[in-house]
Structure formats: C-alpha cells, structure tokens
C-alpha cells in the first residue's frame, strides 16, 4: 500500500464550483505539504504544516485553503475554482528535520481541471 | 523571482553516455541541495542530495558536483539506461529554512 495518497487521482470541475483534495500518509510524519505543478513552473509551495495545530502559507496561497484534521490527514480546498487552477496538485510529507526539511515523500498527484 | 533554474527543459542522451542535469540558485542562503526524479504519472521521488560542506557526493550511477562559488550544481548519471527517462528537479533549501524551493525541471530522455 502506498505511503502517502491521494483522492482523487483525477478532477474535472467547472468555474466556480468548490473542490477538496484530500491527503492521507501512514509514514508517521509530522509535516505535511501541498504543491501544484505547472509546465515551465516546476512545483510550487501552497501551503504546509509542521502539526495539527501548525498551518503555513506557502508562495502562492490566494484562492487556496487547507485544513489539518488529524496527523495523517491533510486536505486542500479551493473554494470558488477558477481556470487558472488548472494544474497537477501534490502532498508530500516528511519527518521532523534538523533545522533542514527532511526528505520529502510525495503522493501520486491529482490532476485538476477547471472549465 | 526564480530563486533556483534548470535552463534545460530537456534533455536526450544515447543509452550507456554520461546524462548531465545542470541547476543554478540566486539565493546564498541556500546549503543543502536534492534532486527529485519523475516519472509519469507519479509523484517525485528523492534521488540524491549535497550538503555545502561537500563538493561531490556519488550513490551508484549518480553523482551530484556543487559548485558554491558559481553558485551551481549538476547531477551526472553514469551509465545512463532507459529507466533513467523522466523529469528531475533540483530543489534547495537552508538551515531553519524547513521548505524547499525547487526548479522548473529537465526532462530526460534515454535513446535505446
């Protein structure tokens, strides 16, 4: 069974229709993150938590939101989507580092489209 | 603001020649430096890492060099296989930073 996984895998919406992306992990892990892919762009940082009680924007947080239901849960919401959202979405999770992140370990990704 | 490049978006290499993936970062703060490799489909996986206190780090076929002056780094893999075809990003980051900043991606492709 996978580490780290992801629901749905795959997600056609329409503009302005209010979506979650759900990430669960059994590695134990304290941290959580959600990136997006974009060609050209690479992976890009939305938000990430250090714990439960731990919430952080990352660089490109507007029109996102999450919420950290448990230590294995982390989902990501885009309440109002727009196309530009239109991308391939990734949590990753990784243990407590030493001041450095440790290694990452990423889900399969779902890949959302907004019409 | 682009703090970490991969001015290649791709890459093709003959089967069994070197394959090298270049990266540069802007940001001096930057110490620790990953590659993630991709294939299709699936989310990264971690490949290989460097530390700023070393210049060289090699597991197996890979190899990572980082050049701090230049503010550069490169991974070389040795023989290259087919298996080796995916997208490799490099990614950064620095002591009680805790994130990680990654790069655009270079896509690889091993011609059998």
């Known amino acids: 069974d996978a580490d780290v996984t992801q629901t749905p895998r795959n997600r056609i919406t329409k503009t302005g229709k209010r979506i979650m992306l759900e990430c669960s992990q059994t590695k134990g892990h304290d941290r959580m993150y959600w990136y997006r892919q974009d060609p050209g762009l690479g992976l890009r940082l939305i938000y990430y938590s250090f714990d439960v009680k731990d919430i952080n924007k990352g660089e490109i947080s507007d029109g996102y939101s999450v919420s950290r239901q448990a230590q294995a849960k982390f989902s990501l919401s885009l309440e109002s989507a727009i196309p530009n959202q239109t991308a391939l979405y990734f949590c990753?999770?990784?243990?407590?580092?030493?001041?450095?992140?440790?290694?990452?370990?990423f889900g399969p990704g779902t890949r959302l489209t907004v019409l | 603001d682009q703090q970490v490049k991969q001015n290649s978006p791709s890459l093709s290499v003959q089967e069994g020649r070197i394959s090298i993936l270049n990266c540069d970062y802007t940001?001096?703060?930057?110490?620790?430096f990953l590659w993630y490799k991709k294939y299709p489909a699936e989310g990264p996986t971690f490949l290989i890492s460097?530390?700023?206190?070393?210049d060289k780090n090699e597991d197996g076929r890979f190899t990572v060099f980082l050049n701090k002056s230049a503010k550069h780094l490169s991974l070389h893999i040795v023989p290259s296989q087919p298996g080796d075809s995916a997208v490799y990003f490099c990614?950064?980051?620095?002591?009680?930073?805790?994130?990680?900043?990654f790069g655009t991606g270079t896509r690889l492709t091993i011609i059998p």
């Open positions: 460097i530390s700023s206190i070393k």
């Open positions: 990614a950064a980051t620095g002591f009680g930073n805790e994130k990680l900043t």
């Open positions: 940001n001096s703060m930057f110490d620790y």
């Open positions: 990753a999770t990784s243990d407590r580092g030493q001041g450095y992140t440790d290694t990452q370990y």
